[in-house]
């Protein structure tokens, strides 16, 4: 059983378009969150939710927009890509106030 | 804010060696969590650490934080293939829902 899903895994895209990535967890996590995952293998954390809400908004240009429509789900629409924005994204969840994240397999985003 | 330097940044092993990655943090650690990726996955929980002094052992990885909350170290004895990945080393800075991650080493065991 898949606990934390990300969808694509990988998505190959030019400058300018706008692309999404879902990310679903089964554990019955309250929290979710994005991270960024550079090149150098660098893992920075982007935003973080709590039972639908915002809680954690790192300083991530506006083409990022998440969307939570519920507790299980955790979508990130980025709009305008630049090449900047190539990375491996994951998406994670917690229980609310625990400190053990659990990982999807991460999408690999490569903008050309 | 917190920010984390692990060591080394890569290594190289032979199968059955043991090896050590320490991780540094610029400010006092309130917890510090160690993550396993493996290449072109996710990350894997082993341990969490909060006291300090505190060791943990799971299998041949051992992680200890020290006395003064400033670093940690992931030891692994008797090195095998299926240790190698990258370690991340993260720390909350006293919030749960926010980790910041270290910068990663990357461990190739060979044969």
């Known amino acids: 059983d898949t606990a934390v899903s990300q969808t694509p895994k990988y998505l190959v895209t030019q400058m300018g378009n706008d692309k999404s990535i879902k990310c679903e967890q089964n554990?019955?996590?309250?929290?979710m969150y994005w991270y960024k995952q550079d090149s150098k293998k660098f893992l920075k954390i982007m935003f973080s939710?709590?039972?639908?809400?915002?809680?954690i908004n790192e300083t991530v240009p506006n083409r990022f927009s998440p969307k939570s429509p519920d507790k299980a789900h955790l979508n990130l629409h980025i709009n305008s890509l630049e090449l900047g924005d190539s990375a491996v994204y994951f998406c994670?969840?917690?229980?609310?106030?625990?400190?053990?994240?659990?990982f999807g397999p991460g999408t690999r985003l490569t903008v050309t | 804010s917190q920010e984390l330097e692990q060591s080394p940044q890569s290594l190289i092993v032979q199968e059955g060696k043991n090896l050590t990655i320490n991780c540094t943090s610029s400010?006092?650690?309130?917890?510090l969590y160690w993550y396993k990726q493996k290449y072109g996955e996710g990350l894997i929980f082993l341990m969490m650490?909060?006291?300090?002094?505190e060791e943990k052992s799971h299998e041949k990885i051992t992680a200890k934080l020290d006395e003064k909350k400033q670093q940690s170290s992931l030891h692994i004895t008797a090195s095998q293939p299926s240790h190698a990945g990258i370690y991340l080393c993260?720390?909350?800075?006293?919030?749960?829902?926010?980790?910041?991650f270290g910068t990663g080493t990357r461990l190739q065991v060979t044969l």
């Open positions: 994670a969840s917690s229980r609310q106030g625990a400190y053990e994240q659990y």
């Open positions: 554990l019955g996590h309250d929290t």
């Open positions: 939710y709590n039972n639908k809400e915002l809680i």
């Open positions: 400010k006092t650690l309130y917890g």
């Open positions: 650490l909060q006291k300090g002094g």
């Open positions: 993260g720390a909350d800075g006293g919030t749960a829902s926010k980790l910041t």
